[in-house]
């Protein structure tokens, strides 16, 4: 068989190939040492959580929780269900005691380890009964602890700081500004 004019015979040729090889791959042992050598130096970044704690943003939103009045000191939830209509996962569960001023919750129910965190419970909530707290701190082996009762849901309320969104904020962010809606009343004649 004769050879293609200016290719290498096969001995050379795969020779080549062996040195390239060889040349990838002490470039690549090189790289990774040098990556090593780097982080050898390095601060560490690991936390030694729960002893120290990591501050969490300004928005951050975690753990629900159930609220006091401040003035009063009375439980915030009247009991009227909105959080359990509109959770997705149906994970809420409210029953509701009538009272002669005012309704309270006789039962309150939240399943935290089917929670989505998706806010809709707080966003509707009339009295900011329900809100999220800055903490997601609840880790766990069991779960039954993680199924909440109207009294933790109050207890855990009290032991983290709560979250800059309540469901009135939320939903006065979401209103039409106050000078658009007094230009159309103007429009329209309204006083
Ligand atoms: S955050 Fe969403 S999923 Fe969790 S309880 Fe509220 S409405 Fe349900
Ligand atoms: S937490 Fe709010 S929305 Fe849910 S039952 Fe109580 S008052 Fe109603």
């Not at 729960?50 to 915030?76: C, H, I, Q, S």
């Not at 309704?103 to 009295?127: D, G, M």
């Not at 309320?157 to 103007?186: C, F, I, Y």
Request: hydrophobic share 40%.
């Amino acid at each position: 068989m004769h050879r293609q004019h200016g290719s290498l015979p096969p001995v050379a040729s795969s020779r080549r190939g062996v040195f390239a090889e060889a040349l990838a791959v002490g470039l690549a042992v090189g790289h990774a040492m040098r990556i090593t050598l780097i982080n050898m130096f390095r601060k560490p970044v690991t936390v030694h959580y729960p002893t120290v704690e990591r501050p969490v943003t300004d928005r951050f939103r975690g753990l629900l929780a159930l609220t006091y009045d401040k003035e009063t000191g009375e439980e915030n939830c009247i009991g009227c269900r909105l959080c359990e209509f509109i959770c997705p996962p149906a994970v809420i569960k409210v029953e509701m005691l009538k009272g002669e001023k005012r309704n309270y919750a006789k039962l309150f129910i939240l399943e935290l380890y089917a929670c989505e965190f998706c806010e809709l419970c707080v966003q509707v909530c009339p009295t900011d009964a329900i809100i999220m707290m800055k903490s997601f701190d609840m880790a766990t082996a069991d779960r039954r602890e993680m199924l909440l009762d109207k009294d933790r849901l109050h207890a855990i309320g009290l032991q983290h700081q709560p979250s800059w969104a309540t469901g009135n904020r939320l939903r006065d962010m979401q209103a039409p500004p106050k000078k658009v809606v007094a230009e159309k009343a103007a429009a329209a004649g309204e006083p």
